[in-house]
C-alpha cells in the first residue's frame, strides 16, 4: 500500500463520536472547557503506553534455545547451549542471549505462552494470529492486525506517517498482515528494503519525483485548491473540506524534512550504528527506535537477514529450523528434507547474535532517551519449536509451548512469568494465549476494551472478550 492511498483512505479519528457526544453532554451539565477537556483525555492518563514497538521474530524461534533454556532435558533432546545468569539474580537465559541477559532487570519474560486451540500451526495462520491477536479460525470475519485497531482507534501524534509502520515487510508470511472490516487507511505501511544496512536504500514513495519537486509540486498544489473551491460551488453537499485533510496530509508528507530524518541512518552516530550492529537487523531495529522517536503509534520490526555474498545458501533466514538447527553456517546439509532450506543455524552471527546484539541495545537506547518509560515493547515468535530433535537434527512446529517478553510502559523488569515442563514441551504455570497477548496491549494502551468496533454495514464486532490482559505486565 501506497503512501498516498493510505493518506486518501484514512479517516479523522481524532475526536471519536462517542467523544463528542460525551463532551457535548458534559458542556450542558455546566462544566467549563478546562473541565471538558479534562474528562476527554482522563483516559488517555490511564494509559500507560503512548505507543508500541514489537519485535517480531518470523518462523518460529526455539524456545529452549534461548528464553527457556532446558539443562534437564533428555540428553538426545537438549539445546548445546548453557544456560547463563541474568543481571537479575535466580533468572537464566540461553547463552545465545547473553547480552541480553544484562538487561534482564527491564524484561517480564512470559515462558507460558500457548495455543490453545490448533488451526494456526503453519506459518501463514501463525504468523496472523500473532498479528492480530484473534484465531484465524475463531470467526467468519477476517480480525484486523492489533496495530490496524490501534490504529482505528488511537491515530498517530506523528502527522507526516502512517500510525502502522511495519520494518520492513517483505518476507514470505508479510502478507498475512490485515485490516480486515476496518478502513483501508488502517491498513499497515511496510517500507520494503532488502537491507536496510546498505547507504543505498530509501523509501522511494516518500519523495516526491524529481520532475514534481519544487514550483510544480506547489502549482499542483494550487491547482488542486481551485478545482476544489470549483467543486464545492457546483456540488454544497461535497466534503471538500474532509478531502483537503488527507491531501494535506500527503503534501506534508512530500515535502516534510522530517520524513526522510527518520529513515536516514548516518544521521545516527557510528557508536550506536555499531551497538545495534551494522548489519541489516540492526538497521531494522534502528529504524524501530526512531520511528518511535518520531511519534508513529505502532511499529512492527520484522526481519531477517537477506541473501548476500557472504550468506551463500541464506535465502530464507528466519527461524523456521526443521533441520540442522544446531550447524555452524547453512542449514543444507547431508540429512537434510529441504524444510529448512535456506537457513544458518541458530547460533550463527546472521541469527541469535544479531538478535541479541540488536535487541539488547534497542532497549538499552530507549531507556537511555527517555522513550522506554511510555512505549511498550514487545518480543514475539508465532510459535515454538519441537521439544525433540527430529531426523534431521532439526526441530519442527510447536504451540503448546513457547515464549514472549515485553519491556517498558510500566512493565515491571526482572522477572519470569510461567513455566514450562523439563523438556520445554508443555506449560504447566499460569498459560497465556495470543488473545491475552493482544488484550495487554490495548490495556496498556488504555483502549476501551468493552466497546465493539463496526463494520462498514454497522455490524458490531467485540475485540477484547477473547482474552484478559496479563497481570504480571500490567
Known amino acids: 500500500m501506497s503512501l498516498a492511498k493510505w493518506f486518501a483512505q484514512r479517516s479523522d479519528r481524532s475526536l471519536s463520536r462517542r467523544e463528542a457526544l460525551r463532551l457535548g453532554t458534559v458542556g450542558v451539565l455546566g462544566l467549563s472547557l478546562p473541565q471538558c477537556l479534562a474528562a476527554a483525555s482522563s483516559q488517555a492518563r490511564r494509559a500507560a503506553a503512548k505507543n508500541v514497538l514489537v519485535i517480531y ?29 541474568t543481571k537479575v539474580p535466580g533468572i537464566q537465559f540461553s547463552e545465545l542471549l547473553a547480552k541480553t541477559g544484562q538487561i534482564a532487570d527491564k524484561l517480564t519474560v512470559v515462558r507460558s505462552m500457548h495455543h490453545a486451540q490448533g488451526g494456526a500451526d503453519a506459518h501463514p495462520n501463525g504468523t496472523q494470529y500473532a498479528l492480530s491477536g484473534s484465531h484465524p479460525a475463531a470467526s467468519v470475519l477476517t480480525m484486523p492486525d492489533i496495530g490496524s485497531i490501534v490504529s482505528h482507534l488511537s491515530g498517530s501524534d506523528c502527522k507526516y506517517l502512517p500510525p502502522y509502520v511495519m520494518v520492513p515487510g517483505n518476507h514470505e508470511q508479510a502478507a498475512e498482515t490485515r485490516h480486515g472490516f476496518l478502513p483501508a487507511g488502517t491498513k499497515v505501511f511496510k517500507t520494503g528494503g532488502k537491507d536496510l544496512a546498505d547507504p543505498a536504500w530509501k523509501i522511494n514513495g516518500l519523495v516526491a519525483r524529481p520532475e ?135 547460533a550463527h552471527e546472521v541469527m541469535m547474535g ?86 495487554t496491549i490495548y490495556a496498556k494502551l488504555g483502549i476501551e476494551r468493552d466497546k465493539p468496533l463496526y463494520t462498514s454495514g454497522n455490524r458490531p464486532i467485540f475485540f477484547g472478550h477473547a482474552g484478559k490482559p496479563i497481570p504480571g505486565v500490567m
Request: proline fraction near 5%.
Open 57 to 85: 521474530e518470523q518462523g518460529g524461534l526455539s524456545h529452549m534455545d534461548t528464553w527457556d533454556p532446558k539443562p534437564e532435558a533428555y540428553v538426545d533432546h537438549r539445546t548445546p547451549f548453557k544456560p547463563v545468569a
Open 354 to 439: 544479531s538478535v541479541d546484539r540488536a535487541f539488547s541495545a534497542l532497549i538499552t537506547d530507549l531507556h537511555e532517551r527517555g522513550l522506554l518509560a511510555e512505549t511498550l515493547v514487545c518480543f514475539v515468535s508465532e510459535f515454538g519449536r519441537t521439544p525433540k530433535i527430529n531426523k534431521s537434527q532439526g526441530r519442527d512446529h510447536w504451540r503448546h509451548a513457547y515464549t514472549i517478553a515485553f519491556a517498558g510502559a510500566g512493565v515491571p523488569g526482572g522477572q519470569v512469568i510461567g513455566r514450562t515442563d523439563r523438556e520445554g514441551g508443555f506449560v504447566t504455570d499460569t498459560p497465556y494465549t495470543p488473545e491475552d497477548y493482544a488484550q
Open 212 to 346: 514534481n519537486e519544487g514550483g510544480r509540486l506547489d502549482e499542483r498544489r494550487d491547482l488542486r485548491g481551485s478545482l476544489d473551491s470549483r467543486q464545492a460551488s457546483a456540488r454544497p453537499g461535497i466534503d471538500v473540506q474532509g478531502m483537503d485533510r488527507f491531501y494535506d496530509q500527503a503534501f506534508d508528507m512530500l515535502t516534510s524534512p522530517k520524513v526522510s530524518e527518520v529513515f536516514d541512518l548516518k544521521r545516527e552516530s557510528a557508536k550506536t550504528r555499531e551497538s545495534y550492529g551494522l548489519g541489516h537487523r540492526g538497521a531494522c531495529y534502528l529504524i524501530g527506535r526512531k520511528l518511535i522517536e518520531a511519534g508513529v503509534r505502532f511499529v512492527t520490526i520484522d526481519t531477517r537477514w537477506p541473501l548476500t555474498k557472504d550468506t551463500p545458501r541464506g535465502g530464507n533466514l528466519n527461524w523456521d529450523h526443521h533441520d540442522h538447527i544446531y550447524a555452524k553456517g547453512t542449514c543444507e546439509l547431508p540429512g537434510a528434507t529441504g524444510a529448512g532450506a535456506g537457513r544458518y543455524g541458530i
